[in-house]
């Protein structure tokens, strides 16, 4: 890739993935901490009587995959971790549907769209899914 495609291919990926590689890492920390929001009212009623643990629970569970994700992004996973948190997001965009919370869930859409970005971003560096594994040939 030339130096010039390579700086205006940063300036995309730079921001994106701080932006997806910290707000997943910030909102799982806050699941046990409630000081952003109360998450267990995001949940629908149907889900939390339907789990086999309090809600508290299962968003401090949601929480950790949220701190994996994030830590994925901002590592060397970082293209495996965009569209980790592509699918995490487009599922909570499905429970806010569910719980009647059609504006954030939109918001949830859109912003699955650009960690679908942060991924072609990441494969156009030539970023493996996996760092270490060996590269596989495509034809």
């Known amino acids: 890739m030339h130096s010039d495609d390579s700086d205006r291919l940063s300036s995309i990926y730079v921001p994106l993935r701080l932006v997806y590689g910290l707000t997943p890492l910030i909102a799982g920390l806050d699941k046990f901490l409630n000081l952003l929001t109360d998450w267990d009212k995001y949940l629908p009623s149907v ?30 996973f970082t293209r495996l971790g965009a569209y980790v948190v592509m699918a995490w ?15 954030i869930a939109v918001r949830d859409l859109v912003m699955a769209v650009g960690a679908y970005a942060l991924g072609q971003a990441a494969a156009l560096r030539n970023e493996r899914w996996i760092p270490f594994a060996p590269q596989t040939r495509t034809a």
């Open 47 to 76: 889900l939390v009587q339907s789990l086999p643990v309090s809600a508290s629970s299962f968003m401090h569970m949601v929480g950790i995959i949220e701190i994996i994700a994030g830590l994925a992004v901002l590592t060397s």
């Open 89 to 103: 997001l487009v599922l909570i965009a499905a429970n806010l549907v569910v719980a009647g919370y059609l504006d």
